[in-house]
């Protein structure tokens, strides 16, 4: 991996690791199908009082199944394929344009000192997450 595409990905590790940020890669999908359609069969069964109670039960079970498969943010950029590696390293590295940096942890620091670079590069790594991993995310409380 290039040294600059290697401390970018750094940077979206420190900065997911900073945040808690925590992702549902696959079985989001699985957990919102389970919630509707229990309601759509509670729509079937009992009408309108049916909806609310499969979507109450449906939203329970959907969350119940997907429990548990959250992962770190980290965790799961380190384990991207190099080309999705390189989309997310040119999406911040759009934020950044022509920041120059020298290592890993300067690149760190520059970012987290500045609350306005921080909050964009955070938004471009949350939407390469949503967009081309079609992940659910989650904020540690």
């Known amino acids: 991996m290039a040294p600059r595409m290697d401390d970018v990905m750094r940077l979206c590790c420190e900065i997911s690791a900073h945040d808690q940020i925590t992702v549902a ?3 989001s999908t699985k957990g919102a199908l389970v919630a509707g359609g229990t309601a759509f069969v509670g729509g079937l069964l009992g009408g309108p009082p049916g909806i609310a109670v499969g979507g109450c ?5 959907g969350s119940w199944l997907t429990s548990g498969q959250f992962r770190p943010l980290p965790q799961i ?14 999406q911040v590295a759009s934020v950044l344009g022509n920041m120059d940096w020298m290592d890993a942890a300067q690149l760190v620091a520059l970012v987290l000192g500045n609350a306005t670079l921080q909050q964009q590069v955070t938004a471009a790594l949350l939407s390469f997450i949503t967009k081309e991993l079609r992940a659910e995310v989650k904020y540690q409380d």
Not at 57 to 61: D, Q, Y
Not at 77 to 88: F, G, I, R, V, W
């Open 57 to 61: 039960v449906g939203g329970l079970l």
């Open 25 to 27: 890669v696959k079985n």
């Open 77 to 90: 950029l380190m384990e991207l394929p190099a080309n999705q590696q390189k989309l997310l390293y040119d």
